[in-house]
Structures are given as structure tokens and as C-alpha cells.
């Protein structure tokens, strides 16, 4: 069954930049996507409008059958407990401490507050720790984040996404930050959380090797359209 489906979708920021226009394509559970294409191509905006970070003009997004575009906010906020979102500047609160940035995205989109750890019970706690030490930062789980490699960081927004127990994971850009070793570490997390979890990853990654080299299909994206939906082994590396 289909996780998510685009359909007629355009975005068109201010009077004169169409940033995508008629995207249509599906993702089934459990895929590993690669969104490829030049900068400025549209693949940020193609991430952020399947949670509805930011709103498309026109067209249709099912998500687990839901229509992104026309719930409700309440139900849309529910839904994006599902969808985890991996971020290429982190995101995190680097004052706080690792598990807390963990905990503290449960409380949901844009919250702040300090003092987290007491609002959770063991069970919670426990969880947050359990992920943080799959993604091998038991050592890291009470260090504020701000003393954290770039590598850590980006596994503490893998951890925080992860903990919502979400059906799909959206990174934008999760590498670009990183060094070739780093971004190995979080790529070979990604796919291992796709393959043994489950969970169905859409990546946007300016790197078309590593794009091929993970991913079960890619989306090519250019001037705010696919221009390539299929197998890693179709694309053609001198395009
Ligand atoms: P990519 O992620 O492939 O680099 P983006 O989705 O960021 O592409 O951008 C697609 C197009 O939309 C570009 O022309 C970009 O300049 C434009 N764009 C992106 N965000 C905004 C914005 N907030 N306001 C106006 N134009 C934007
Ligand atoms: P980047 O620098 O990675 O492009 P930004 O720091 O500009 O991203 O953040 C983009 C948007 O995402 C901001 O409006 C921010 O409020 C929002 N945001 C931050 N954290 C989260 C989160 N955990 N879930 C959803 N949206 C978030």
C-alpha cells in the first residue's frame, strides 16, 4: 500500500518562483527514496511540503490515507507525530542535554521548555536511551548537545524523530553538514532504520553516489519537477 502520494502538486512562493509544479509520484511503505538534483531544483521544498512545513499551492497529499493539505490542525499535528523530521543544521536545543533534546521532541513542533527529563516517566526515559544507545551514543546520553561532533548531533535528530515511533522519516539534507565519515556513520543508520525497522526514508542529498548507493529509488528533481522516478542503477552519473 502507498505511504504517501503526491498528486497535481505545485508550489509557488510570492507572485513569479514556481518552486514545483505538478509532482505526482507514490511511496510505498518501507522504501528508501533519494531525492537528487541540482541546487535550487526544488528538493527542499518537495520535503517540506509532505509534512506541511511548508503549505503547497495547489494538488493533493495522501499520507497514511489522510489529506495533509485539507485536515484539520489538530489531526495535522498528530500526523506529523508520524512523520520524523531529520534536519541538516540538527535543530537541536544545544543548551539541554542529549536525551533531553530526545524527550523534547515528543512534546511536538515548536515547543520549548526547559527542565524536560522530570516530565517523563521511566518507561519514556528508558525508551529515549535505548535509541540513543542503538545509534551508539550511550555515552553521549546526558552530555549537553553542544559539546557533541556534528556526526553526534545529526544521530541525536535521528534519535529525537525516532522516539515519536514515526511511519516515515524525512532528512533534508542530513549529510551536507558532515565529513565523509560522519556522513557515512548517519547513511548506514538511515538505511539500517529503513531494513530492520521498517520505517519508510525519503532523503534529500546533493550527492548523487551516496544516493545510488542506498537507496532502493530516486527522484530526480529538476526546475521544480521529477524528472526521474526509478531504480538508482537508471541513473545515468554523467547527467
Ligand atoms: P533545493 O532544495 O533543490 O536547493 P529549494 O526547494 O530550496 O531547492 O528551492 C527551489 C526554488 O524555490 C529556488 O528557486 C529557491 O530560490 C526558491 N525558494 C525556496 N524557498 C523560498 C522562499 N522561502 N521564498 C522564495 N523562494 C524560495
Ligand atoms: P535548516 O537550517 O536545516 O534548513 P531551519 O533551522 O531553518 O532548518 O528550520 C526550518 C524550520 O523548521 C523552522 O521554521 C523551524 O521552526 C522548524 N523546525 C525546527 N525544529 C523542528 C522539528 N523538530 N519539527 C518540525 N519543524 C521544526
Known sequence: TMLLEFKQVSKQYGTDTKALTDVNFAVKEGEFV?????????????????????????????????????????????????MGMVFQHYNLVNRLSVIENVLHGRLGYKSTLEGVL????????HQAY?????????????????????GQKQRVGIARALVQNPKILLCDEPIASLDPNASKVIMDHLRNISTTMGITVIVNLHQVDTALKYSDRVLGVNKGTIVYDGNPSGINREQ
Open 34 to 82: 533519494s531525492i537528487i538534483g541540482p541546487s535550487g531544483a526544488g528538493k527542499s521544498t518537495l520535503l517540506r511540503c509532505m509534512n506541511r512545513m511548508i503549505d503547497a499551492s495547489s494538488g493533493k497529499i495522501l499520507f497514511n490515507g489522510s489529506d495533509i493539505l485539507a485536515c484539520t490542525k489538530q489531526e495535522l499535528k498528530r500526523l506529523r507525530t508520524q
Open 118 to 125: 522530570g516530565l517523563y516517566s521511566k518507561e519514556e526515559r
Open 130 to 150: 535505548t535509541i540513543l544507545k542503538t545509534l551508539g551514543l550511550e555515552e553521549q546520553v546526558y552530555k549537553r548537545c553542544d559539546q557533541l561532533s556534528g
